[in-house]
């Protein structure tokens, strides 16, 4: 069974860093591509950044050289460090795995920038 557990989110000041945390479980891991999503209040929930078995990132438009994914394969942990934090960034973040042809989601952990 395959499990996802964010950590690491809460209030935040504008201009401010957070750094989320996923561990997964019952997969194997370092052969995934993983990534997180995020959803805001009234939105569609949309990509943020995603990161390949290679080790290889994308990014979404609104985050770029802001947000930086990273995994730990040894951990089974991947990692979303954010930084410069805007309230247009308050959402639930998701993270992903893709366990072909599943997707797999955590619960989401909600980011809140206060102005």
């Known amino acids: 069974q395959v499990q996802l557990v964010e950590s690491g989110g809460g209030l935040v000041q504008a201009g401010g860093s957070a750094r989320l945390s996923c561990v997964v479980s019952?997969?194997?891991?370092?052969?995934?591509?993983v990534g997180w999503y995020r959803q805001a209040p009234g939105k569609q929930r949309e990509m943020v950044a995603t990161?390949?078995?290679?080790?290889?990132?994308d990014y979404g438009d609104s985050v770029k050289g802001r947000f930086t994914i990273t995994r730990d394969d040894a951990e089974n942990t991947m990692y979303l460090q954010m930084n410069n934090l805007q309230p247009d960034d308050t959402a639930v973040y998701y993270c992903?795995?893709?366990?072909?042809?599943?997707?797999?989601w955590g619960k989401g952990t909600l980011v809140t920038v206060s102005s």
């Open positions: 992903y795995l893709n366990h072909w042809p599943t997707d797999y």
């Open positions: 019952g997969t194997h891991f370092g052969s995934k591509l």
């Open positions: 990161m390949t078995p290679a080790h290889t990132s």
